[in-house]
């Protein structure tokens, strides 16, 4: 039996902005008239340790508070994680798997422990790198994430982070974090 909810697992080391992604997400999804959730995984979180996110989005009110075991889409931030951690775990083969790298996608599917997933690549790190100045890759994995799973639309991710980080941070910040969102889901790679 199917569903009746997408569920998203967040893969990342402490710092790079998972536990945001993935309750800004839901965020989004919640603006589209959907039904959601986003949460972090706690633990000993250090910065730089691995962590993980979740969530999940769907058409009707959503009664399951656990970690994700079997998720539809994986996203994972630092490609580091791949040596260490099965993103691929609990996948089925038809599910989506973006990986934050700059090395070719043959080369990260040699070490996906599931070969058939869906592989979408994006160097998220040079992105955030150009257009924030530092290495924040959750802002272009948003945009990426809206290009491959459509779980919300381009649209939303930019007039979310644009009016969730104007109440924070100065307009140069708003700017480069729209520019990185916009970039990312032009140069996905499928």
């Known amino acids: 039996m199917?569903?009746?909810?997408?569920?998203?697992?967040?893969?990342?080391?402490?710092?790079?902005?998972?536990k945001t992604a993935a309750t800004l997400v839901a965020e989004m999804a919640i603006n589209e008239g959907k039904f959601s959730q986003g949460f972090p995984e706690y633990g000993p979180e250090r910065m730089g340790a691995p962590i993980r996110g979740f969530?999940?989005?769907g058409e009707t009110p959503i009664s399951v508070h656990s970690a994700i075991y079997e998720p539809d889409i994986v996203v994972?931030?630092?490609?580091?994680l791949l040596d260490t951690v099965d993103v691929c775990e609990g996948m089925k083969d038809d599910g989506v798997l973006l990986v934050n790298t700059n090395r070719p996608p043959e080369e990260i599917r040699a070490k996906l422990s599931n070969k058939k997933v869906k592989l979408h690549t994006i160097d998220a790190t040079k992105i955030s790198i150009d257009e924030l100045g530092r290495?924040?890759?959750n802002a272009?994995?948003?945009?990426?994430?809206a290009r491959t799973a459509g779980v919300v639309k381009v649209e939303t991710v930019k007039d979310s982070m644009a009016h969730k980080f104007?109440?924070?941070?100065?307009?140069?910040?708003?700017?480069?974090?729209?520019?990185?969102?916009?970039?990312?889901y032009k140069e996905v790679k499928s």
């Open 2 to 18: 199917k569903k009746p909810y997408t569920e998203i697992r967040w893969h990342a080391r402490g710092g790079q902005g998972a």
């Open 55 to 57: 969530t999940r989005i």
């Open 76 to 80: 994972v931030l630092d490609d580091s």
């Open 140 to 145: 272009p994995m948003m945009g990426a994430l």
């Open 135 to 137: 290495s924040i890759p």
């Open 166 to 184: 104007a109440k924070k941070f100065g307009d140069k910040v708003v700017q480069g974090n729209l520019r990185a969102i916009e970039r990312a």
